[in-house]
């Protein structure tokens, strides 16, 4: 017993601490798990103030400098982690010219969404609502890109307890700014959305002092840190842009096509259905820091006991939506929202798919082959582009959550096919190893 208790206690240390890859990836998970209910209450909150046609209003606001800003970036935070892993004495001239090659993208974002916007939303959105997303684009699209830049810094550095409470202040934060303003005004979509940019704005800040404690960025020296950013950014950027585009392609259509209540529908079975993605940030700022730099075998095992995780967390996470995801959409949303069932279903597999692609993904990166992701990435948005074209005017929204989970699908079949055809790797096996139990075993042993 007392060993049991002295493991116990050195794997909660270990956990609070984030050290070693498996407890910074289980600190991870928590952290989003946090964040995700935390955004649940931000969501359930804002559909009963606002209604769905106000939920979708707010949505269309909201919806881009977040597309923007990461389609933006493309394949550089990739590159910046590539980089500071390989050469972690020049960590602060790789975040110098991140940051730098980063705003100029951020600039090109913004004139990219005040020229589509009125395009895009014209149809379904008075002038007041367009205006309000123009306002939102150019104000929060810098903002939200140079936290990203920042976050995958601290990542890059090992340093994911900075990294998972900043998001986590991002959206408590955002909820609390809510709950004033509505205690002092009438909740309307604009004000919903001045309390994000006000949020986003105060959590860049801490984002700046910590960062500045941690390593100061060296613009000096960034110049010879740009050109081999620019390549390997410029190799994954397909990758990242069709990744980034295919995860809100389906928003982006029905903006354009359908009523701002079935959007509001629509948003919020999507937003109940990343609950199995919870463990999705933790891949992408985990894993793939954790299996870069290392030789083929090991990153390939790690990627394999990953797989393996995900896996097993995606079908007990699908398996308990799809049972309670109805009742929680009337319980928590309002019975309004009871009509967006059939479509959280579908979103559900969809979202669990897409998390399980993020794994392989990261192993091709890993093994100096983002290539072969863009092409993976470009076949599946291609896929569910076709999707969208043929089945949301036929079904509307529920139309777009089956495109999106033909795409997820075409996806993770490329990956696994590239894994033995361009990698010459076996597949993972779906058994727990040996070696997997062992680690764990050496885990909670604090050896």
């Known amino acids: 017993m007392p060993e049991i208790g002295a493991a116990l206690r050195r794997g909660l240390r270990g956990l609070v601490r984030g050290e070693r890859t498996a407890f910074a990836f289980l600190q991870t998970v928590f952290s989003q798990a946090f ?13 009963r103030m606002l209604g769905p046609e106000g939920r979708g209003a707010y949505a269309a606001i909201t919806f881009w400098p977040l597309v923007l800003a990461t389609m933006a970036l493309a394949g550089l935070p990739y590159a910046q982690v590539y980089r500071t892993k390989g050469h972690p004495e020049r960590a602060g001239a790789v975040l110098g010219a991140t940051l730098i090659l980063g705003l100029g993208l951020s600039a090109l974002g913004v004139l ?3 020229a589509l916007l009125p395009w895009l939303m014209g149809r379904n959105y008075d002038p007041q609502t367009v205006l309000a997303a123009q306002v939102m684009v150019m104000a929060a699209t810098p903002v939200m890109l140079i936290a990203m830049v920042l976050k995958n810094s601290f990542s890059a550095l090992g340093q994911y307890r900075l990294a998972n409470t900043a998001n986590q202040a991002d959206v408590l934060l955002y909820l609390l700014l809510l709950l004033v303003a509505a205690a002092a005004l009438p909740m309307t979509p604009e004000l919903a959305a001045g309390c994000m940019f006000a949020g986003a704005v105060l959590v860049l800040g801490l ?19 740009a050109r081999p950013l620019v390549s390997f950014a410029l190799r994954a950027a397909p990758n990242a842009v069709l990744a980034n585009l295919a995860l809100s392609l389906d928003r982006m259509v029905l903006v354009t096509m359908v009523s701002q209540a079935d959007f509001g529908l629509y948003v919020v079975a999507f937003g109940l259905s990343r609950l199995v993605m919870v463990v999705q940030q933790a891949v992408a700022s985990v894993g793939f820091p954790a299996m870069a730099g290392r030789d083929e075998a090991s990153t390939k095992a790690m990627h394999d006991r990953l797989f393996r995780v995900i896996l097993y967390a995606m079908f007990g996470m699908v398996a308990g939506g799809w049972v309670l995801g109805g009742l929680a959409l009337r319980l ?8 967006a069932a059939g479509i959280f279903h579908i979103l559900l597999i969809g979202a669990a798919i897409s998390c399980l692609c993020q794994v392989p993904m990261q192993l091709f990166l890993c093994l100096g082959r983002p290539g072969f992701t863009s092409t993976v ?5 291609a896929a569910t582009a076709l999707a969208l074209v043929v089945l949301v005017p036929w079904l509307g929204a529920i139309g777009a959550a089956y495109a999106v989970l033909a795409g997820g699908l075409v996806r993770l079949t490329g990956l696994l096919l590239g894994m033995r055809r361009t990698l010459g790797l076996p597949l993972p096996a779906l058994l727990p190893s040996a070696a997997d139990i062992a680690l764990l075993r050496r885990g909670l042993q604090g050896t």
Do not use: K
């Open 35 to 47: 964040i995700t209910l935390v955004n649940l209450a931000t969501g359930v909150f804002l559909a």
């Open 112 to 114: 990219v969404g005040l």
């Open 207 to 225: 984002l700046l002092v910590w960062q500045w404690r941690l390593g100061r960025p060296h613009w000096r020296g960034a110049g010879r840190e």
């Open 332 to 339: 928590l949303y309002g019975p309004e929202f009871a009509a």
């Open 377 to 381: 990435q470009a076949v599946s948005f």
